[in-house]
Nanobody, 125 residues
Framework: QVQLVESGGGLVQAGGSLRLSCVAS????????MGWFRQAPGKEREFVST????????NYAESVKGRFTIARDYAKNTLYLLMNSLKPEDTAVYYC??????????????????WGQGTQVTVSS
């Protein structure tokens, strides 16, 4: 199993930037597709971005495309989400997730077996 811990959330004004981090521990020698999801109050958890084990393939939700960038540092076992031009509608709890079927790149949260505890991002207008 792998354990995931997110950090980097906070309060930011619209137009600002934040960088979220997700540190993996445990079976980090295994291969995982990694993803970011978010959940706003009263809404379903939604896909934000994902990156394959090799880092060669990424996918983004239309709502964040061009503003968010996903990346992973293998040496540090860390996944990042760089968020620019933040909007109030980006306000949510952001979750890091790992899919041990590393050959797929899924936008479906049910395909991810491992989850972090989440980090709150609040964007003020």
């Amino acid at each position: 199993q792998v354990q995931l811990v997110e950090s980097g959330g906070g309060l930011v004004q619209a137009g600002g930037s934040l960088r979220l981090s997700c540190v993996a521990s445990g079976r980090t020698s295994s291969r995982y597709t990694m993803g970011w999801f978010r959940q706003a109050p009263g809404k379903e958890r939604e896909f934000v971005s994902t990156i394959t084990w090799s880092g060669g393939n990424t996918n983004y939700a239309e709502s964040v495309k061009g503003r968010f960038t996903i990346a992973r540092d293998y040496a540090k076992n860390t996944l990042y989400l760089l968020m620019n031009s933040l909007k109030p509608e980006d306000t949510a709890v952001y979750y890091c997730a790992a899919d041990d079927r590393w050959t797929r790149i899924s936008t479906n949260s049910t395909d991810y077996a491992y989850w972090g505890q989440g980090t709150q991002v609040t964007v003020s207008s």
